[in-house]
């Protein structure tokens, strides 16, 4: 599947990263056609279960279902505020989604599952920062911790289990667009990377209070920051 940003989600059935994209056997899914909230959509979440998330503008998450071969909208309960703004989402585990936002923080969904459909059955509003409360995306770093990017407001460390946090500014004494996050990225070697305005950066300690990185920017090849 690829998302954009206005024409909803194009579906290749048939994809070969060998060859070349087909020219027929293209699905377009959209708001006309489809259960989509928006045609704006973001990201893509892999599940654990037998699904799909889709992150979109909103109001509220999509999902496409494996089974049925067709997009879906995730039940809210009846009342509940309306998710919108959405950029990213993360699994904590098979009940626990989290989905960042642009504007209201994060939230930590609760899911229930009757006869395999998902429905929310709890949010819960996070605020960590002391602004605009803009997260791109998130990381888990263990079972229990989670790792939360800001837009020009750095990181918070997230114990899920205490709920205990620690924030982290980027300081080296570069240009500070360093604390404006786009995405994060664990790789297997257990390294958190950071895609700033201002680089990338490799996060190389965590202490209690301050974090130790380098950035690379265009003075270290980089074509733009």
Same mark, same amino acid.
């Given at each position: 599947?690829?998302?954009?940003?206005?024409?909803?989600?194009?579906?290749?059935?048939?994809?070969?990263?060998?060859k070349p994209l087909?020219?027929?056997?293209?699905?377009?899914?959209?708001?006309?056609?489809?259960?989509?909230?928006?045609?704006?959509?973001?990201?893509?979440?892999?599940?654990?279960?037998?699904?799909?998330?889709?992150?979109?503008?909103?109001?509220?998450?999509?999902?496409?279902?494996?089974?049925?071969?067709?997009?879906?909208?995730?039940?809210?309960?009846?009342?509940?505020?309306?998710?919108?703004?959405?950029?990213?989402?993360?699994?904590?585990?098979?009940?626990?989604?989290?989905?960042?936002?642009?504007?209201?923080?994060l939230y930590r969904i609760?899911?229930?599952?009757?006869?395999?459909?998902?429905?929310?059955?709890?949010?819960?509003?996070?605020?960590?920062?002391?602004?605009?409360?803009?997260?791109?995306?998130?990381?888990?770093?263990?079972?229990?911790?989670?790792?939360?990017?800001?837009?020009?407001? @750095?990181?918070?460390?997230?114990?899920?289990?205490?709920? %205990? +946090?620690?924030? $982290?500014?980027?300081? !080296?004494? /570069?240009?500070? &667009?360093?604390?404006?996050?786009?995405?994060?990225?664990?790789?297997?070697?257990?390294?958190?990377?950071?895609?700033?305005?201002? @680089?990338?950066?490799?996060?190389?300690?965590?202490?209690? %209070? +301050?974090?130790? $990185?380098?950035?690379? !920017?265009? /003075?270290?090849? &980089?074509?733009?920051?």
């Amino acid at each position: 599947m690829i998302c954009t940003k206005g024409d909803g989600l194009f579906c290749f059935p048939d994809y070969d990263p060998d060859k070349p994209l087909p020219d027929k056997e293209v699905n377009r899914f959209h708001i006309q056609n489809s259960a989509l909230m928006n045609n704006s959509i973001y990201n893509f979440v892999k599940s654990k279960h037998n699904l799909l998330w889709i992150i979109s503008e909103g109001p509220g998450v999509n999902y496409y279902s494996y089974a049925d071969k067709s997009i879906h909208k995730l039940q809210q309960p009846p009342g509940s505020r309306g998710l919108h703004h959405l950029n990213s989402a993360i699994e904590q585990d098979a009940n626990t989604l989290w989905v960042t936002t642009s504007g209201d923080g994060l939230y930590r969904i609760k899911l229930a599952f009757t006869n395999g459909v998902p429905h929310i059955e709890e949010m819960e509003p996070f605020k960590f920062f002391h602004t605009d409360n803009v997260i791109y995306d998130t990381e888990m770093e263990s079972d229990s911790i989670l790792w939360i990017a800001s837009r020009g407001e @750095g990181m918070v460390r997230f114990n899920l289990e205490t709920e %205990e +946090k620690t924030s $982290y500014l980027l300081n !080296n004494g /570069e240009n500070q &667009l360093v604390n404006d996050i786009l995405v994060i990225y664990r790789d297997s070697t257990g390294t958190m990377w950071l895609g700033t305005s201002f @680089g990338l950066c490799q996060i190389t300690k965590v202490g209690k %209070e +301050k974090l130790e $990185y380098i950035n690379y !920017n265009t /003075e270290s090849g &980089l074509p733009n920051n």
